[in-house]
């Protein structure tokens, strides 16, 4: 199982999106263990969003449907919205 999953960081208004196998292990890795990389910078992150893929190859292609211009500008209208 994959899951695809979006984090926003209030203090920054930014967004976040990956997948992973071990969703647990991925945001402690963002918001604790992680020493170097772009979401260091941003913390705490908070969980908004996931989805969940029996597939590697399908968790990629949403992960890919997300990056694009109108899945940020869904996240935005959709999600973020709505926890402000």
């Known amino acids: 199982m994959y ?6 960081a209030k ?3 930014k967004i976040y ?3 992973t196998s071990n ?3 991925r945001l ?4 604790k ?3 170097k990389g772009w979401t260091i910078k941003f913390r705490p992150w908070t969980l908004v969003h ?3 893929f029996e597939s590697k190859k399908e968790a990629m292609a ?8 109108q899945g940020r500008l869904w996240i935005r209208a959709e999600i973020i919205a709505k926890i402000l």
């Open 3 to 8: 899951t695809v999953y979006i984090l926003y």
């Open 62 to 69: 949403r992960e890919k449907a997300f990056k694009g211009a």
């Open 28 to 31: 402690l890795s963002h918001n």
């Open 23 to 25: 969703i647990e292990q």
């Open 11 to 13: 203090d920054y208004n």
């Open 50 to 52: 996931q989805e969940t």
């Open 17 to 19: 999106i990956g997948y």
């Open 33 to 35: 263990l992680s020493k």
